[in-house]
């Protein structure tokens, strides 16, 4: 079984550029979310979709970044312009959804690193 | 919000034992996830402790007490591929049906 796949795995762009991210769950999966992490740190939470639509994005910088799934499957991140601060690890993981009852295990891609110059 | 805390870094010898602690503020706790990251790799579940007691698991264990917030992982017979960012996560009720809030990670070295 194929798991959570994320592109590119690295990005290097120059500040005030545009850069979007794109992943795919794992088949099945309803729930979908964007964590970005910085080095040295543990993954922070940026949004969270159940099926298309977005139950979570308290955390999400609505300035320069969004996101989309359109059709409950895939999703996009965008950042647009970018910043030096930006430069992180844009982690995408996938969970079955079903509540809080059951063990939500979620299950995370290989990310992409992306470098603002 | 949650406090997770955990050791920033640890050595330990190849085939002996180790054990990786967390301590958590939450007034939502509804489990607790262990996961393993390689540098520059994904992180990949490890363990989920939901109620007081030890969930074993192979080589790898892990604790938890709620009413101390506190979880261990135990890791056995230690291989040098252990080698590896050791992420404690807390779910939160408060906040979100299952929104995880990680600690900073454990880097653990494993040493011949």
């Known amino acids: 079984e194929a798991g959570v796949v994320q592109s590119p795995r690295y990005k290097i762009i120059e500040k005030k550029q545009p850069v979007a991210f794109w992943c795919n769950p794992i088949?099945?999966?309803?729930?979908l979310y964007w964590y970005l992490q910085n080095l040295g740190q543990g993954p922070e939470l940026l949004i969270r979709?159940?099926?298309?639509?977005?139950?979570?994005d308290s955390q999400l910088p609505k300035d320069r970044f969004s996101a989309e799934r359109l059709k409950g499957v895939d999703s996009t991140l965008k950042i647009q312009p970018a910043e030096l601060g930006d430069s992180a690890v844009y982690l995408c993981?996938?969970?079955?959804?079903?509540?809080?009852?059951?063990?939500?295990?979620?299950?995370f891609g290989p990310g992409t690193r992306l470098l603002v110059l | 919000g949650q406090n997770i805390d955990q050791p920033t870094e640890m050595t330990a010898t190849e085939g002996a034992i180790v054990q990786i602690n967390c301590t958590y503020q939450t007034s939502g706790f509804n489990g607790l996830f262990w996961y393993q990251q390689h540098a520059g790799e994904a992180p990949t579940f490890l363990s989920y402790?939901?109620?007081?007691g030890l969930e074993e698991k192979g080589r790898f264990s892990s604790f938890l007490s709620r009413s101390k917030g506190y979880s261990y992982l135990l890791l056995k017979e230690l291989q040098m591929k252990d080698s590896a960012s050791y992420l404690c996560?807390?779910?939160?009720?408060?906040?979100?049906?299952?929104?995880?809030?990680f600690g900073t990670g454990t880097r653990l070295t494993v040493i011949p």
């Open positions: 088949s099945g999966h309803n729930t």
């Open positions: 402790n939901v109620l007081d």
């Open positions: 993981a996938s969970s079955l959804g079903g509540g809080p009852s059951n063990q939500e295990t979620q299950y």
């Open positions: 996560a807390v779910r939160d009720l408060r906040t979100g049906a299952n929104n995880l809030f």
């Open positions: 979709y159940e099926n298309e639509e977005a139950v979570d």
